[in-house]
T-cell receptor, first 117, second 114 residues
Framework: KNQVEQSPQSLIILEGKNCTLQ??????????LRWYKQDTGRGPVSLTI?????NTKSNGRYTATLDADTKQSSLHITASQLSDSASYIC????????????????FGKGTKLSVKP | KAGVTQTPRYLIKTRGQQVTLSCSPI?????VSWYQQTPGQGLQFLFE???????NKGNFPGRFSGRQFSNSRSEMNVSTLELGDSALYLC?????????????FGPGTRLTVT
């Protein structure tokens, strides 16, 4: 069964600290993996998209890694800020031979991050 | 460029009623997808439209329907509302069909069914 599991479910850190969020998937065939940030009451915003051949991608203080062999990804946040408080969602896309549709995205349930002053 | 807009932002309906939600994609985007988000289930795919045609449908009952107009704007309709339909409904647009295209999400419509 195609699944995306994220851990931890929730996390509280102090402002200025680093943190790492985990995403394990059992999706096949794999096309790409995305990390989204969703502020409360808003729609998700894309942070990174990685294909099979990419193992690291950065977007400012956010760095995503992908290990396609172990089917694991992580999102590392450096020097956290209060504005990083949000849910972070990992999304894995099935390969295009599944018909090429956004309906072939498998969503994790997200990690809720709270950054405290 | 304006982002994806959704109207209304908040809606309260009574069980048994029907509701229509609207989504205007980013200019030039021809693909619109709809998702339901609840705390317990996360984001779940409802349907995807491209060039006024439904291209894919998620595992939701027939009470959930949608359409896309020639200007790429989309609407979704939920008939005979149930309490469990209370959720954030998100619309996302992308340039083309296929999961290799990045999706841009709107702010969502928060539907509460009482």
């Amino acid at each position: 069964k195609n699944q995306v599991e994220q851990s931890p479910q929730s996390l509280i850190i102090l402002e200025g600290k680093n943190c790492t969020l985990q995403c394990n998937y059992t999706v096949s065939p794999f096309s790409n993996l995305r990390w989204y940030k969703q502020d409360t009451g808003r729609g998700p915003v894309s942070l990174t998209i990685m294909t099979f051949s990419e193992n690291t991608k950065s977007n400012g203080r956010y760095t995503a890694t992908l290990d396609a062999d172990t089917k694991q990804s992580s999102l590392h946040i450096t020097a956290s800020q209060l504005s990083d408080s949000a849910s972070y969602i990992c999304v894995v896309s099935l390969g295009e031979n599944y018909g090429g549709s956004q309906g072939n995205l498998i969503f994790g349930k997200g990690t809720k991050l709270s950054v405290k002053p | 460029k304006a982002g994806v807009t959704q109207t209304p932002r908040y809606l309260i309906k009574t069980r048994g009623q029907q509701v229509t939600l609207s989504c205007s994609p980013i200019s030039g985007h021809r693909s619109v997808s709809w998702y339901q988000q609840t705390p317990g289930q996360g984001l779940q795919f409802l349907f995807e439209y491209f060039s006024e045609t439904q291209r894919n449908k998620g595992n939701f009952p027939g009470r959930f329907s949608g359409r896309q107009f020639s200007n790429s704007r989309s609407e979704m309709n939920v008939s005979t509302l149930e309490l469990g339909d209370s959720a954030l409904y998100l619309c996302a647009s992308s340039l083309g069909i296929g999961s290799s295209y990045e999706q841009y999400f709107g702010p969502g419509t928060r539907l509460t069914v009482t």
